[in-house]
């Protein structure tokens, strides 16, 4: 280097520190990081602390992320070939889930909490904004030890930040797990005394409100109550004293609690919640709308906001119709038809679509949309059926042509073109949504996902994606923990009432009595409800039921279409149904549809729920630094 470039290096040095000595220049404050008295001295530095710990609460189902919605066969994974094999030529899940899904253990992220909580009191700015700010990120501590709880059970709870004092001892820093019940219970005392802090603000749903405290309440008490009543029907899957496993005596308070809490909030005292029901005329668009509509949106009590140029996600980009979507990007998760017909009758019968005859002849239907017809309405609000529009274009789902001979035409491409018997001008056979089999991105079982997808313009391209928000508690659910609440607790009257209030929305007119109030009928409801936002894996884990639904069996198809109504029907491989149209000059059924059901090829395995699934792994390297943790059960 020449001397002149020595001088200008030292020319910038002084410029940018002003020549200052040694002794100056080590005791400058820095210029990136603020002291706690900076961060603690302006409401808004405060504030964006804040959010940052909201940005970092953790859910199993993210909209971030479509692959943790896919897994239980409630869809085909049509994402890739690799996706395909990730979830349908395995037999088992790890104990974290495909991916790791079902796995977080980020106790850094408590400790940032436990800073902010102690240190708020010597934060010079008002003190209503003092209380407010420390009661949310108590809120956002629980939230996040009720998901440790879901996913480990008894877990340490830290609620002082741990600092290490280079003794070369860390024993006192190695807190063993509390038991299952007390992480519960401490949720549980944090939201009652929350409920208190917190502002009643119907029309916040993004920050923590006295009526987000009391949903997590009611929650996590009923969740607490059927691990009490039914982990007894798994004893192998118990740890230590408690670690795993809340007593059966505990049951009847949990749900107690959990239904105390939850007609809090159905009666109003935390502000003014509803179900959604703003087209009433079409309750299928009605449904779907619920989990799109952030326009004063009655239902949602708590929701992971988005907002475009700041925070979106893909979810619709990789899961909308293929067909006309902007950039032909689209279809990762089809729907199957394990979830499909479990969406009942609207005579509150069970069914399955109707696809043959009694004497084992197709049946012809003039519509494709007819099959679906007299059903739960949610039937459409969850799934893209044949026949039905998303973003004002219809769906072009089809599998083939059937001729009159019975021979099936069809093709490799989507839209495919081919001459029929008596035409020589080439006609399509096979739809531009697919089906296609052996395929990938397109509609592999005949459905799409529509729950969560985004019908704003720009939603499906990249450049733009959505800005859909994630809901974590709505009033649906309250319903329905209050109905199971009440049913366990041995009001099947009450527990009718509530659960009717959901189904009417979804256009049943023949309520259930309180003797048609079951434990299927309970796990039923949740299940078509809940379908897709991340309840069907809590639900199959505290009825301790996973094992049942998933037993290692291939399914046929008589398998398939029995036992709709049962909490522990199997369906451990996911099927489709394919719309033929029918090509046949002259005939009275020329033009018209019959359905076929079909396992795709790529179906090579049967999932295995093995008792180990129930808790999430503690990684092998949290052991070791901590031998104070007792290792899962069963794992």
């Not at 008295?37 to 602390?49: K, P, R």
């Not at 980009?317 to 979507?325: D, E, H, K």
Request: aromatic share 12%; net charge negative; hydrophobic share 35%.
């Amino acid at each position: 280097m020449n001397k002149i470039n020595y001088l200008l290096l030292a020319l910038l040095f002084c410029g940018g520190w002003a020549c200052e000595k040694d002794s100056d220049f080590l005791t400058r404050s820095p210029a990136q990081t603020l002291t706690t008295e900076q961060a603690l001295g302006d409401a808004a530095q405060v504030e964006s602390i804040l959010s940052n710990l909201y940005s970092r609460q953790f859910s199993i189902v993210r909209l971030n992320d479509w692959g943790t919605f896919a897994d239980f066969n409630e869809v085909y994974v049509a994402a890739n070939d690799g996706a395909t094999n990730n979830w349908h030529n395995n037999n088992s899940w790890g104990w974290n889930g495909t991916n790791g899904y079902w796995g977080t253990w980020d106790y850094g992220y408590i400790r940032e909490m436990n800073l902010f909580i102690q240190r708020m009191p010597q934060a010079t700015i008002p003190e209503n904004l003092i209380r407010t700010y420390t009661a949310e990120a108590r809120y956002l501590r629980a939230a996040y030890y009720y998901e440790l709880a879901k996913l480990f059970g008894g877990v340490p709870i830290i609620l002082e930040p741990l600092t290490y004092d280079f003794s070369g001892d860390p024993t006192y820093l190695q807190v063993p797990r509390s038991t299952e019940a007390e992480i519960y219970d401490f949720v549980i005392q944090e939201a009652t005394e929350l409920a208190t802090l917190l502002p009643v603000n119907s029309s916040g749903k993004s920050r923590a409100t006295a009526g987000a405290a009391l949903a997590m309440k009611a929650q996590a008490a009923v969740y607490a109550g059927s691990l009490a009543r039914y982990g007894a029907t798994t004893p192998s899957v118990t740890l230590g004293d408690g670690v795993i496993g809340i007593p059966e005596s505990r049951a009847e308070g949990y749900y107690t609690t959990a239904l105390e809490a939850a007609q809090r909030i159905i009666d109003g005292e935390v502000g003014d919640y509803s179900l959604y029901l703003k087209d009433p005329n079409n309750l299928s668009e009605n449904f779907a709308a619920l989990f799109y509509d952030k326009n004063a949106n009655p239902e949602v009590i708590y929701q992971e906001e988005y907002l475009l140029k700041f925070k979106t996600h893909g979810y619709t980009v990789s899961n909308q119709p293929r067909f006309g979507a902007e950039e032909e990007e689209g279809g990762a998760m089809n729907p199957s038809l394990n979830l499909a017909q479990s969406f009942e009758l609207l005579d509150n019968t069970f069914a399955p679509f109707p696809t043959v005859d009694d004497a084992g002849n197709p049946i012809y239907y003039d519509e494709q949309e007819d099959i679906f017809a007299n059903r739960d309405a949610r039937l459409g609000g969850t799934i893209i059926l044949p026949g039905s529009t998303f973003k004002g274009r219809p769906v072009d789902i089809w599998a083939g042509v059937r001729l009159a001979d019975g021979e099936i035409v069809t093709g490799n491409e989507r839209g495919q073109l081919r001459e029929l018997p008596g035409s020589n001008v080439p006609q399509q056979v096979v739809g531009f949504d697919g089906p296609l089999e052996g395929t990938v991105q397109n509609a592999v079982t005949g459905f799409y996902v529509r729950k969560y997808l985004d019908p704003t313009p720009g939603s499906g391209q990249r450049g733009n994606q959505s800005d859909v928000s994630r809901i974590q508690y709505r009033f649906g659910e309250i319903l329905l923990i209050a109905a199971e609440a009440a049913f366990e607790l041995g009001d099947p009257a009450t527990a009718a009432d509530y659960m009717n209030r959901v189904r009417e929305r979804a256009g049943f007119t023949i309520p259930l009595t309180p003797d048609e109030i079951t434990f299927d009928r309970i796990v039923h409801e949740r299940r078509v409800e809940f379908a897709l936002e991340g309840q069907y894996y809590m639900d199959l884990k505290r009825f301790r039921i996973a094992h049942e639904v998933f037993d290692g069996a291939a399914m046929d198809l008589e398998g398939l279409k029995s036992n709709l109504g049962s909490a522990t029907k199997r369906s451990t491989q996911p099927w489709g149904l394919w719309p033929y149209k029918v090509y046949d000059p002259g005939s009275p059924n020329d033009g018209k549809w019959y359905y076929t059901e079909v396992l795709p090829s790529r179906v090579t395995a049967a999932d295995t729920w093995q008792l180990g699934n129930y808790y999430s792994n503690i990684n092998n390297d949290i052991l070791a630094n901590n031998p104070a943790l007792l290792r899962q059960p069963l794992q």
